[in-house]
């Protein structure tokens, strides 16, 4: 099990940038695959990007190909995720999640969450 801790939100203009971090706690780190993903007032919470456990494999949303880059450092226990040219619609609280073994795209594959970092993206 690991324990996460979102990083690195805040206020920022249509087409800045932000890069959130997630450190994790505990036991095999590397053992688990990531994911970020984001939740808007109003709306469900979203896959955004993930990567496996090894880093060599990434799969990204639509909404965020070409923008948004996932990696991680295992020997720093922490993923990133790196969001360049961000929109009002970016706009959302940004979750962190680990899931033991391969990387996926379901919310509900993800059993160990952090408590979310707040992104809001002005006009």
């Known amino acids: 099990q690991v324990q996460l801790v979102e990083s690195g939100g805040g206020l920022v203009q249509a087409g800045g940038s932000l890069r959130l971090s997630c450190a994790a706690s505990g036991r095999s780190f590397s053992s688990y695959a990531m994911g970020w993903f984001r939740q808007a007032p109003g709306k469900e919470r979203e896959f955004v990007a993930a990567i496996s456990w090894s880093g060599g494999s990434t799969v990204y949303a639509d909404s965020a190909k070409g923008r948004f880059t996932v990696s991680r450092d295992n020997a720093k226990n922490t993923v990133y995720l790196q969001m360049n040219s961000l929109q009002p619609e970016d706009t959302a609280v940004y979750y962190c999640?680990?899931?033991?073994?391969?990387?996926?795209?379901?919310?509900?594959?993800?059993?160990?969450w952090g408590q979310g970092t707040q992104v809001t993206v002005s006009s």
């Open positions: 999640a680990a899931r033991f073994g391969t990387m996926g795209r379901a919310i509900s594959s993800y059993d160990q």
